[in-house]
């Protein structure tokens, strides 16, 4: 981090290592072979990373946002007349049921309570109970709240029901440990910018090659093609149109960091230290979380609003900000939540700075932290 760099605890983008930054300093065309090795390069650790059986899997990298990533995938794997049931308990899940919509997919929704993780039974008989569905989609991470939702066990679901199974696990990989193949995954999207710890600028989708090879002429859109996107990329390497050059050079740094933290396992424990050391500093000032804690994730926290009047949340952020510290607003249906990030290039005491700042922001605010 560069010492005028923000601290940021949100769920993207977030912060990056001095090394990943420093990677993308560097003009490459599209088309020259060190640029095509390292898509190869990214494309094969990624799969390596998603799946116990890689060699079943392809990874497609598409251009933009995440939730490019996730509308590539829904338009590209659900078929003509097909129609996909969609499992929400939180905001990411309610896009994928409202992206489905405008591209003309005939949706189920399944919500449930957004303090809930996803109710496999009556996924399942959501399931059973309509021959129609083709495809399920889901959300790991559901970073409304930080809850994980039981991909394993929704996995098994679609599988014993014949259904092909979407997950977005944007916010949740490389920081979570998922097994595509055990949990019967026909594709996953997550993006640049989240647990690798790259910069913005692409997401990318793992995918069953049996599964992908399936969807030729399915997409309802050209450049969200992720069939033709991975034709092209197999067959010369190289992106339909501009690539985002300088976000993979950095995001290849990235995994090289990854690896040396000991992969998604070392990660992981560094989020949860993070996590901890937020939770235990935050109840001892008071606050509440939204979640029950056997609920509640290592990627993002939610937190209630303090009870008390004094407590304003765009002054709350306002103060935080310009001590460098960038919290998250809430996005809950019914409660009113902001919520702090520990995932990216965050470490523990990087924690503990923010909890003592939170502490003195109150106290200059002149607010009790506790919820009602
Ligand atoms: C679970 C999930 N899905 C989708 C998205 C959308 O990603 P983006 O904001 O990059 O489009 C996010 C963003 O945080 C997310 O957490």
Same mark, same amino acid.
């Given at each position: 981090?560069?010492?005028?760099?923000?601290?940021?605890?949100?769920?993207?983008?977030?912060?990056?290592?001095?090394?990943?930054? %420093? %990677?993308?300093?560097?003009?490459?065309?599209?088309?020259?072979?060190? =640029?095509?090795?390292?898509?190869?390069?990214?494309?094969?650790?990624?799969?390596?990373?998603?799946?116990?059986?890689?060699?079943?899997?392809?990874?497609?990298?598409?251009?933009? @946002?995440?939730?490019? #990533?996730?509308?590539?995938?829904? #338009?590209? =794997?659900?078929?003509?007349?097909?129609?996909?049931?969609?499992? &929400?308990?939180?905001?990411?899940?309610?896009?994928?049921?409202?992206? @489905?919509?405008?591209?003309?997919?005939?949706?189920?929704?399944?919500?449930?309570?957004?303090?809930?993780?996803?109710?496999?039974?009556?996924?399942?008989?959501?399931?059973?109970?309509?021959?129609?569905?083709?495809?399920?989609?889901?959300?790991?991470?559901?970073?409304?709240?930080?809850?994980?939702?039981?991909?394993?066990?929704?996995?098994?679901?679609?599988?014993?029901?014949?259904?092909?199974?979407? &997950?977005?696990?944007?916010?949740?990989?490389?920081?979570?440990?998922?097994?595509?193949? @055990?949990?019967? &995954?026909?594709?996953?999207?997550?993006?640049?910018?989240?647990?690798? /710890?790259?910069?913005?600028?692409?997401?990318?989708?793992?995918?069953?090659? %049996?599964?992908? +090879? /399936?969807?030729?002429?399915?997409?309802?859109?050209?450049?969200?093609?992720?069939?033709?996107?991975?034709?092209?990329?197999?067959?010369?390497?190289?992106?339909?149109?501009?690539?985002?050059?300088?976000?993979?050079?950095? =995001?290849?740094?990235?995994?090289? /960091?990854?690896?040396?933290?000991? +992969?998604?396992?070392?990660?992981?424990?560094?989020?949860?230290?993070?996590?901890?050391?937020?939770?235990?500093?935050?109840?001892?000032?008071?606050?509440?979380?939204?979640?029950?804690?056997?609920?509640?994730?290592?990627?993002?926290?939610?937190?209630?609003?303090?009870?008390?009047?004094?407590?304003?949340?765009?002054?709350?952020?306002?103060?935080?900000?310009?001590?460098?510290?960038?919290?998250?607003?809430?996005?809950?249906?019914?409660?009113?939540?902001?919520?702090?990030?520990?995932?990216?290039?965050?470490?523990?005491?990087?924690?503990?700075?923010?909890?003592?700042?939170?502490?003195?922001?109150?106290?200059?605010?002149?607010?009790?932290?506790?919820? %009602?």
């Amino acid at each position: 981090m560069a010492a005028n760099d923000a601290l940021l605890f949100t769920p993207g983008p977030l912060t990056t290592s001095a090394s990943v930054k %420093a %990677a993308l300093v560097r003009d490459l065309g599209s088309r020259d072979s060190r =640029f095509i090795e390292v898509v190869a390069d990214v494309r094969r650790r990624l799969a390596v990373l998603a799946a116990s059986r890689p060699e079943e899997y392809t990874t497609v990298i598409v251009q933009g @946002a995440g939730t490019m #990533g996730v509308e590539a995938m829904i #338009g590209t =794997f659900v078929p003509r007349g097909g129609r996909l049931l969609v499992a &929400v308990n939180g905001a990411y899940g309610r896009r994928i049921a409202h992206i @489905a919509k405008v591209l003309g997919i005939d949706v189920v929704q399944v919500e449930g309570p957004e303090d809930r993780p996803t109710d496999v039974v009556a996924i399942e008989a959501a399931l059973d109970a309509d021959p129609e569905i083709t495809n399920l989609a889901v959300v790991h991470c559901e970073t409304t709240t930080g809850i994980l939702n039981p991909i394993a066990r929704l996995g098994e679901v679609a599988h014993r029901a014949g259904r092909s199974f979407l &997950v977005d696990a944007m916010s949740s990989f490389g920081g979570v440990p998922l097994d595509a193949s @055990a949990s019967h &995954v026909d594709a996953l999207v997550s993006s640049s910018n989240k647990c690798i /710890e790259g910069v913005p600028g692409f997401s990318f989708c793992i995918a069953r090659k %049996a599964a992908l +090879g /399936e969807c030729r002429g399915r997409a309802r859109s050209v450049a969200l093609d992720l069939h033709a996107q991975w034709e092209e990329l197999e067959r010369s390497g190289q992106f339909r149109f501009t690539p985002p050059v300088q976000v993979l050079l950095a =995001f290849r740094q990235a995994l090289d /960091e990854l690896d040396g933290e000991g +992969g998604i396992e070392g990660r992981m424990a560094r989020y949860r230290s993070n996590h901890s050391v937020l939770v235990d500093g935050m109840r001892g000032l008071g606050f509440r979380e939204y979640l029950d804690p056997v609920h509640q994730g290592w990627i993002i926290t939610t937190f209630r609003y303090p009870s008390d009047p004094a407590f304003r949340f765009e002054e709350f952020y306002s103060r935080l900000a310009r001590e460098g510290l960038v919290i998250y607003p809430g996005k809950l249906t019914h409660a009113d939540c902001f919520r702090i990030g520990n995932i990216g290039r965050l470490f523990p005491d990087d924690l503990r700075r923010l909890v003592s700042a939170i502490r003195d922001t109150a106290s200059d605010m002149g607010f009790q932290p506790g919820a %009602a």
